[in-house]
C-alpha cells in the first residue's frame, strides 16, 4: 500500500468549519486545480471528475470523525482501491492544522509514475483549504 502526505497548515477557521465545508463533495471542487480539472458532478456524498490527460475519479464520503477527519474511497471508477483523508486539529477556537493523506494499492509502474503528481495535487488540495472562505 502506497501512502502518501500533503505538509500539515495552519488554517484559520475552527476544526468545525473545515469539516462541515469538507464533508460536503459539492466543495471538493474549490481544493482542486481547476484548470486540470473536468466532466465534474457531485452531490453532498460523492463527487466525479476527470483529471486532464490523466483518468476519471469518483469519490464518496466513507468516514467521519466528527471535526477531525472525512475520508473519500474510490466510487468504483478507479482500477486500484484508494482512501484519501482530511485530518483536522484544533488549535484553538478560530485555528486548526490540516494535513490530506492519500492511500492506495499501486503496481511499482504506476507509483513511480504516479507518487511526484500526487503529492503536489495533495499539497495543492491542502493549500486550497487555507483560501476557502466560510
Request: proline share 3%; hydrophobic share 40%.
Amino acid at each position: 500500500m502506497t501512502k502518501l502526505e500533503s505538509k500539515k497548515n495552519v488554517l484559520s477557521v475552527s476544526a468545525k468549519q473545515i469539516y462541515e465545508f469538507v464533508e460536503n463533495c459539492n466543495n471538493f471542487i474549490k481544493l482542486l486545480p481547476e484548470e486540470k480539472i473536468e466532466n465534474w458532478s457531485s452531490t453532498k456524498d460523492s463527487c466525479k471528475f476527470r483529471i486532464k490527460n490523466l483518468s476519471s475519479l469518483s469519490l464518496r464520503v466513507s468516514d467521519k470523525i466528527e471535526y477531525s477527519q472525512v475520508s473519500f474511497i474510490d466510487n468504483g471508477e478507479a482500477p486500484f482501491e484508494l482512501k484519501m483523508n482530511f485530518i483536522f486539529e484544533e488549535i484553538s477556537a478560530n485555528s486548526c492544522q490540516s494535513q490530506v493523506s492519500f492511500e492506495a494499492d499501486l503496481n511499482p509502474v504506476l507509483k513511480m509514475m504516479a507518487t511526484t503528481p500526487l503529492s503536489n495535487l495533495l499539497n495543492i488540495i491542502n493549500d486550497n483549504l487555507k483560501k476557502v472562505e466560510l
